[in-house]
């Protein structure tokens, strides 16, 4: 059998190169398909139900439910007394959401002008708590409606909230009242930094509201694009965000996906906009991810943009 793969390879990914040359050559033109966006609405409606689904909420999680963790063989907690008056009643969202844009934290979004149509969509998707600072609004906008936030952060960057909040809190500030999605139940380390990161929010009144991930809709998100192609040990944030926005969004431009180290014009591009930390290689397989979206680009089912802004 192992022959017969290296002889016949089922699947191999272009090299970077083609994929960049396919990228210029595609170039800017980009035309909305409407039969494409129902259809895959309909396609991820099947298999993940993200209206009903995406956050846990009291709905679809009451006392005595068992959640499985989905980044862990085998581990799960039920819902009891201390975790259930944390979970919004049901989705909050007022759906559709119109106009939506995804924000990767690619490189790519350095030097390209993109703040302004980022900030005129009606809802904001960030991934992993990203800086807005001055020196980056004019490229990635100033509006989130909703960021992500992996516990890990909140590890590293906060001293797991053990000791002051203060820092934590005074950093959510620039994220507005926008919600703040944490996937608590995917890793088990993940569940108590999520749960005091909601303290630290609720006990200071924040504007900002915790809606937890739901891990039943992260595997099945996550069997979806298996099925397609996306071998990875996880999605990346990126893919789980606009798998989201195309299931509650009516209209989806996703921007700073470009997980290459060479630009379309022939630049070199840092791995995210405000730093140059790579990744741990073989986790995500952000390449192949974004051969999905190419795709998905190419017939008018979602827009990238992968250059400057108008
Ligand atoms: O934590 P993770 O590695 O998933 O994400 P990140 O580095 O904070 O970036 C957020 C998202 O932007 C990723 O999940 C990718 O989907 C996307 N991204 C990309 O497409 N190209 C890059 N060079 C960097 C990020």
Not at 53 to 63: L, Q, R
Not at 165 to 189: E, H, L, T, W
Not at 197 to 226: C, H, I
Request: aromatic share 14%.
């Amino acid at each position: 059998v192992l022959c017969w793969f290296y002889i016949f390879p089922v699947y191999r990914l272009p090299r970077d190169k083609d994929i960049v040359e396919e990228v210029l050559r595609q170039g800017e033109a980009w035309q909305k398909n409407q039969t494409g966006i129902d259809h895959y609405r309909k396609l991820l409606t099947e298999c993940c139900e993200p209206r009903k689904m995406f956050a846990v909420t009291k709905e679809n999680s009451p006392m005595g439910k068992v959640l499985w963790y989905d980044g862990e063989f085998y581990h799960s907690r039920t819902v009891n007394n201390e975790t259930y008056p944390l979970f919004v009643q049901e989705n909050p969202l007022q759906l559709p959401l119109k106009k939506c844009a995804v924000v990767g934290n690619g490189g790519i979004l350095r030097n390209s002008k993109c703040g302004r149509d980022i900030d005129q969509a009606d809802f904001v998707l960030r991934c992993n708590l990203p800086p807005l600072s001055k020196d980056y609004v004019e490229d990635v906008g100033t509006k989130t409606h909703m960021v992500t936030a992996n516990p890990s952060i909140v590890e590293k960057r906060f001293q797991n909230l053990l000791w002051s909040r203060k820092a934590f809190v005074d950093s959510m500030k620039v994220y507005g009242s926008s919600y703040i999605y944490m996937p608590a139940f995917s890793m088990k380390p993940g569940t108590d930094p999520s749960l005091r990161a909601y303290y630290a929010l609720a006990d200071t009144s924040s504007n900002l509201t915790m809606l937890f991930a739901n891990p039943e809709f992260l595997r099945s998100v996550g069997q979806f694009w298996k099925g397609r192609g996306v071998h990875a040990k996880r999605l990346s944030t990126g893919l789980f965000l606009v798998s989201l926005a195309l299931g509650l969004c009516e209209e989806v431009t996703a921007y700073g996906f470009w997980p290459f180290s060479v630009g379309l014009d022939e630049q070199p591009v840092s791995h995210h906009y405000y730093d140059n930390i790579l990744p741990y290689k073989w986790f995500h397989a952000m390449p192949e991810e974004f051969v999905q979206l190419w795709q998905l680009h190419k017939s008018g089912t979602l827009r990238m943009r992968v250059g400057c802004c108008p």
